[in-house]
């Protein structure tokens, strides 16, 4: 058990391009994200003379967003006329993924799918961010989830509660450094409140605490979370991006609440293996943002939960950047090291 101390709403707009922006927050401000919404690097350079790819590629997750992947796959698949197939590798939180593309030939024919936990574990294991950004593919809140028998229905009565009762109320995560661990200790530190981390062995296994009460909150991936919350199983009290959720347009944000200028965007994106030509990382981007960004494809993966991105590999990358300062300096502030 690790143990983390210290102390009237606008409507709700579906996502478009320029709302983005918004929903990244900080992280697109003065022009910080140059490429969002703009013709890519690739339109610029031109396509590179090789063809490809002239055989399948492999599509690599840890575990994580399995459903997004598989759609990503089956549109790339129509798309190229070759297999892009996902393949699991899972263990020491996704770091046998990761160590795979390290060490995967630079030829674009291995993609990684990766998330805002990348940007945690990357500052958590001192580790250089070797992997280069291709393209970001969706994005999603965390919603911040309490027991049904807590009685707090908003961010301020949470903080008040626990301001009332420092160090009595316990969140869960998926472990020390995961994005629900440093959601909660981003509000924590912004609201100077104590709270007790209760590192579980994944999203799942945290829910179930909040339910059983072992735990009284929780920030869980939205999908993860949509059923149990539309059954009634957990309360819902704030999402953690800067615009609503469309799924849960009745939860209002953090920022709303009265910390503007909280922001924690959960996010999906490929990476290539180090050393793979900018040319192609680029022909890859614009293939994949163009072919998933369809009516049609949009329409799935917001069932799913998941709202599609329309962003090139500069904006991804300058994305990235700011993604770790952000995180890093959460981290750093808080004290967190590496279980």
């Known amino acids: 058990m690790t143990s983390t101390r210290h102390g009237p709403v606008a409507a709700p707009a579906a996502p478009s391009r320029r709302a983005l922006g918004r929903q990244l927050g900080g992280l697109a401000l003065g022009g910080l994200l140059p490429g969002l919404g703009a013709g890519s690097a690739f339109g610029q350079q031109g396509r590179p003379a090789e063809a490809y790819p002239t055989h399948p590629v492999r599509f690599v997750i840890n575990g994580g967003a399995d459903q997004l992947a598989r759609l990503v796959a089956e549109e790339m698949t129509a798309h190229y006329g070759q297999a892009v197939y996902v393949e699991t590798k899972v263990g020491a939180a996704g770091a046998m993924a990761t160590d795979f593309m390290l060490k995967a030939p630079p030829d ?21 961010a070797a992997l280069l950004p291709v393209t970001m593919i969706a994005t999603f809140p965390f919603v911040l989830v309490v ?8 961010v301020p009565e949470l903080v008040a509660r626990a301001r009332a009762q420092p160090g009595k109320l316990n969140f869960a995560s998926a472990g020390v450094g995961a994005p629900g661990h440093l959601s909660v200790e981003m509000l ?5 409140i104590d709270m007790l981390h209760i590192p579980y062995q994944g999203v799942g296994k945290g829910l179930v ?25 957990v309360r819902p009290i704030a999402v953690s991006t800067a615009q609503r959720y469309g799924q849960l347009p009745e939860v209002p944000t953090v920022a709303e609440q009265g910390y503007p200028d909280y922001l924690y965007v959960s996010w999906n994106g490929i990476h290539a293996a180090p050393g793979t030509p900018p040319a192609l990382l680029d022909r890859i981007a614009h293939d994949v943002s163009t072919t998933i960004n369809t009516p049609a494809m949009k329409a799935r993966a917001e069932a799913a939960g998941f709202d599609v991105v329309d962003m090139d ?6 994305f990235m950047q ?12 808080g004290n967190i090291t590496a279980g």
Not at 108 to 128: A, C, H, R
Not at 215 to 233: D, E
């Open 209 to 233: 605490g909040v339910m059983g009460n072992e735990v009284q909150l929780m920030f869980v991936p939205a999908p993860a979370a949509l059923s149990l919350i539309k059954s009634g199983k």
């Open 108 to 128: 674009g024919y291995n993609w990684l799918l990766t998330s805002v936990s990348f940007t945690g574990q990357t500052i958590l294991q001192k580790k250089p």
């Open 147 to 154: 027991n049904n028998d807590l009685p707090v229905h908003s």
């Open 313 to 318: 590999r500069p904006a991804f990358t300058a």
């Open 322 to 333: 700011a993604d770790l300062a952000r995180v890093g300096k959460v981290i750093r502030a």
């Open 188 to 192: 924590r530190q912004m609201a100077g």
